[in-house]
């Protein structure tokens, strides 16, 4: 598929992640979904993280071509990290990588955008 046509496919799903969304937030568990699927079409991978002696590090570690790493904390709309996640995040960009936060179907869009190879 061209990166034009990925895009037109990306803004469709997302459209239709919209159109299901009336009248709900949208749940972390879908930001979750939709976070994988859009990365894995884009030859990447987005593993869910959990550490059990380092707490507050962020939901997925994203793996793209060409050795791009990032880490992506997904929320519920509306939801706000805590302040231990705070802390965390702070560490691993000072440390320089880059971290995002998703909480709502535009932030996603916008991630997805800048990560595309």
Same mark, same amino acid.
């Given at each position: 598929?061209?990166?034009?046509?990925?895009?037109?496919?990306?803004?469709?799903?997302?459209?239709?992640?919209?159109?299901?969304? *009336?009248?709900? @937030?949208?749940?972390? $568990?879908?930001?979750?979904?939709?976070? +994988?699927? /859009?990365?894995? !079409?884009?030859?990447?991978?987005?593993?869910?993280?959990?550490?059990?002696?380092?707490?507050?590090?962020?939901?997925? *570690?994203?793996? @793209?071509?060409?050795? $791009?790493?990032?880490?992506?904390?997904? +929320?519920? /709309?509306?939801? !706000?990290?805590?302040?231990?996640?705070?802390?965390?995040?702070?560490?691993?960009?000072?440390?320089?990588?880059?971290?995002?936060?998703?909480?709502?179907?535009?932030?996603?869009?916008?991630?997805?955008?800048?990560?595309?190879?």
């Amino acid at each position: 598929m061209t990166a034009h046509g990925h895009m037109a496919t990306l803004e469709g799903n997302l459209i239709g992640l919209k159109q299901q969304k *009336i009248g709900q @937030m949208i749940s972390e $568990k879908l930001i979750e979904k939709k976070l +994988k699927n /859009e990365v894995e !079409k884009m030859g990447g991978l987005a593993i869910k993280f959990a550490s059990s002696f380092y707490t507050g590090m962020p939901d997925r *570690i994203v793996l @793209m071509p060409g050795g $791009k790493i990032s880490f992506v904390e997904t +929320k519920s /709309e509306g939801k !706000k990290t805590t302040s231990r996640q705070n802390v965390v995040i702070g560490i691993l960009r000072s440390l320089g990588f880059r971290v995002d936060i998703i909480d709502n179907l535009e932030t996603l869009e916008k991630y997805v955008k800048s990560i595309k190879p």
